[in-house]
């Protein structure tokens, strides 16, 4: 009989309630290999693959793509063999969603298969020796434990036991003894041996770099370097006129890097996600640059004269920014699909680089907040950022986003916009500059800011009467008391 | 409920306990304590002060100093036990078990299993542990690894005023031989204690918090760290599963794992070296038991495997501490 499984939404981080079908990577009675892309699952945040566990295949796929559903819901039916529809039918109508404890907003759109549910899984009575985990994942997956011996003490029965019970059952295949070099005079790990019998290389009077000279993986790989180099160039295809459509894609095409201190490092997911994303609003969005100078003296000045703990230049301009589109609702927009979506308040994403890439905590209705608290806000929102605390809430939505490199002494760059947000500024540093000030000539810091939108919701005026709107504010500071 | 400390807390324990048992005895280095002192023989009750006022109440047939042998100590605790006693040894400093181990591990934890379950050997051996006190390296071990290490021998460390006088009524309530481990550095913690008679089960941890986001597992001394680490875990919004082992033998496997299955992290803390200790041991259970739940390599904060140093700055380096504890926290939370 085949081993059926149900396949479900997925939970990634304590806030994710619910997730979208992005795009099913496989189809029904389609056989995949372990490790094959089933899924594009795409929440607030992030877009992430859902890879297989094992090999097989999806008797029945249940969710649409484009859909979206609750944490838990059951998306498809996965079997590694021949499966009847009864069986199918039967695994559907038993599936009840796991408990995943979330007591946030939870999504209102019932999954269809959700709807279908039933309590056919066999009760787990109350005296039955288990964990309260392994109780749940026993339940939402419809197993009857009574048939599993328990891993625990006493035969108690744990997660691990219930993971083992609901996975398809793997047969590893043994590859049989390595052949090893036969050299008994060299000092070298077993690894290092079995990789230059591998290589043909002979480990006779090397010395190792590992403790008292042993030879390692690293050693045996530094001999084998050179040989690669010298065989001959892996024939690379004529570059193609177009350039890759995805980064991913362009990713797996690279050729293996040439050089000897090339460190090749697998993308994290999220930076599989922002490639994924960056590519995507730099490829569809219609970009256009709207720049200007303006004189910041009377800003800093401003802010010179706070006592006690000053707000940063970057909260005064997310305090402008605000201001400025309220002034111009155009540009205080989202883009989605034939909709544009015009905010009520000025939600701005603050870039925020960490050490895993860059993160984007959103002030919220910065327009009703004094730069103080503005001040505060972002404090604790980059000190969470760079801690990875962030709140699902707190980086997604937005309708405008805020880059300032600034601090890099960077004179001026043109970002690129983080979607569905309708534009976002990028801003350089103060420097001293000379200005027309009344007809006399004076040097005073200024800021250089760059603007991008998309052109699909937001014109050329638009954004010119943002900056406008954006320049009066600094360069009048008392209007954004 | 009265407040006390855990000083008191056993003092009374005994107290109550030999008032209502005629069979308990007391034994050890200067456990009635003033011979030759100005206030006369019954003036101090120990060094550290737990067996105050016992001579003066039970006499000398019932509180007895001994030579300073912690072999005859334990010795004679074993032959006392089977000979019908409930003895209560003192080992001033467990660090002296050396002398007595073939009597604990070959005799004490034994009897009960070799004669078939007709005799038993209700023994309590009360070992003051720990280090913290600048006591340099024969006077600050953690041993209760060893003797968790042997079948046959029940490990108990209290942390709170409560635990110890449930713990040590259990023990003298039951039939096998106890290793009453007592941390000099939290004779003076204070807490409430149950009035009346009051035992606490062996093999139940206490579960000191619940946070859900990063499980510690602990004991002794080192419950308080880490609740000070948790502390300024939880100023991060971070929640931390806190539990006090409370016996290393039994061992609560159970509440270990249920906490390990819903953080899916976890950081033990141990004032023992780190070869072949309890963090160890609780390490391979959880990768063992728990190898699908886990989101983070288990991560062992504990002393080091050094003699330990007698210098107070070394001292402090070489045991954990509550900034060890959260930066190892954070870690496994960091873990991807």
């Known amino acids: 009989m085949a081993n059926l499984k149900a396949f479900t939404m997925p939970k990634w981080g304590i806030e994710m309630a619910e997730g979208t079908i992005a795009e099913w990577a496989v189809g029904a009675n389609e056989p995949f290999k372990r490790g094959a892309v089933l899924a594009l699952v795409e929440t607030d945040k992030i877009t992430n693959e859902i890879e297989a566990e094992a090999d097989g295949r999806f008797v029945r796929i249940l969710a649409e793509a484009g859909g979206t559903y609750p944490v838990g819901a059951l998306l498809a039916v996965l079997s590694d063999g021949e499966a009847s529809d009864a069986e199918i039918d039967a695994l559907i109508a038993g599936f009840r969603p796991a408990d995943t404890s979330f007591t946030g907003e939870v999504a209102t759109t019932p999954a269809p298969a959700a709807s279908a549910a039933k309590p056919a899984a066999p009760a787990i009575p109350a005296d039955t020796k288990i964990s309260p985990v392994a109780r749940a994942e026993a339940q939402a997956a419809g197993i009857d434990v009574a048939a599993i011996a328990g891993s625990g003490r006493g035969g108690r029965i744990t997660a691990q036991d219930i993971a083992q019970a609901t996975r398809p059952q793997t047969t590893p295949a043994p590859a049989g003894p390595y052949p090893t070099t036969p050299e008994s005079d060299a000092y070298a790990s077993p690894l290092a041996r079995r990789l230059a019998h591998l290589n043909g290389i002979a480990l006779s009077g090397v010395t190792g770099t590992g403790r008292k000279g042993r030879i390692g993986k690293a050693d045996v790989l530094a001999l084998i370097k050179p040989v690669a180099e010298a065989a001959p160039p892996r024939v690379e295809a004529t570059p193609a006129p177009a350039p890759a459509v995805s980064a991913p894609a362009a990713a797996s095409a690279a050729p293996p890097p040439a050089g000897d201190h090339v460190d090749v490092m697998p993308m994290s997911s999220m930076r599989r996600t922002i490639a994924r994303r960056l590519t995507e609003s730099k490829q569809t969005i219609p970009h256009f640059y709207v720049r200007r100078r303006i004189r910041a003296d009377r800003l800093l000045g401003v802010r010179a004269a706070v006592t006690g703990q000053k707000p940063s230049v970057n909260d005064y301009l997310v305090r402008a920014c605000a201001l400025a589109l309220m002034e111009v609702p155009q540009a205080n927009i989202q883009v989605h699909g034939n909709e544009i979506h015009r905010f009520g308040q000025a939600d701005i994403a603050i870039a925020v680089a960490t050490e895993r890439g860059l993160v984007t905590p959103i002030v919220k209705a910065a327009d009703r907040l004094s730069v103080f608290d503005i001040s505060r806000q972002m404090a604790e929102l980059a000190q969470r950022a760079r801690s990875n605390r962030l709140r699902g809430e707190e980086i997604s939505g937005g309708s405008f986003s805020l880059s300032n490199l600034g601090g890099f002494g960077v004179e001026q760059f043109d970002a690129i916009i983080n979607p569905p947000q309708g534009a976002i500024l990028a801003v350089g540093a103060a420097r001293p500059e000379p200005i027309d000030d009344d007809g006399a000539i004076r040097i005073v810091p200024v800021l250089h800011v760059s603007l991008s939108c998309d052109h699909r919701a937001i014109d050329g005026a638009d954004g010119a009467r943002f900056m406008q709107a954006l320049a009066q504010l600094i360069e009048d500071p008392r209007l954004l008391d | 409920m009265a407040v006390m400390n855990i000083r008191e807390a056993i003092n009374r324990t005994l107290y109550e306990e030999m008032e209502r048992d005629p069979s308990i005895i007391v034994l050890g280095e200067d456990v009635v304590g003033g011979a030759g002192t100005a206030g006369g023989q019954e003036a101090i009750g120990g060094i550290w002060g737990t067996t105050g006022g016992l001579f003066a109440k039970f006499g000398g047939d019932r509180v ?88 046959g021998l029940k490990v108990v460390l209290p942390t709170t005023p409560a ?148 210098a107070r700055e070394l001292e402090r380096a070489w045991l954990p501490s509550p900034q060890k504890i959260e930066d190892a926290a954070r870690h496994v939370l960091a873990f991807r």
């Open chain 2, 163 to 310: 635990d110890a006088k449930g713990m040590l009524s259990e023990a003298l309530h039951g039939d096998d031989p106890v290793m009453f481990f007592e941390h000099k550095a939290l004779y003076g913690v204070k807490g409430e204690v149950p009035d009346g008679p009051f035992r606490q089960r062996f093999g139940e941890a206490r579960m000191v918090r619940e946070g859900g986001d990063v499980t510690m597992v602990t004991c002794g001394r080192m419950v308080g760290f880490c609740e000070k680490a948790a502390d300024k875990l939880a100023a991060d919004g971070i929640g931390t599963d806190l539990i006090d082992l409370r016996t290393t033998s039994p061992l609560d496997e159970e509440a270990i794992l249920d906490s390990v299955e819903q953080t899916g992290r976890i950081v033990i803390v141990d004032e023992s070296p780190p070869r072949c200790s309890v963090a160890a041991d609780i390490a391979a259970i959880v990768a063992e038991k728990a190898f699908t739940s886990l989101k983070a390599p288990p991560r062992m904060i504990t002393g080091q495997h050094s003699p330990i140093p007698f």
């Open chain 2, 64 to 151: 007895i100093d001994t030579p300073i042998s912690e072999s005859a100590i334990v010795g004679a605790a074993a032959g006392a036990a089977l000979a019908g006693l409930r003895p209560v040894a003192e080992l001033m400093f467990a660090d002296f078990i050396g002398v007595s181990l073939d009597q604990l591990w070959n005799q004490m934890a034994k009897f009960r299993y070799m004669f078939g379950g007709k005799t038993k050997c209700p023994a309590v051996v009360r070992l003051i542990y720990g280090a913290g006190m600048n006591a340099a390296a024969q006077h600050s071990q953690s041993v209760y690894a060893l003797l968790t290490a042997m079948p």
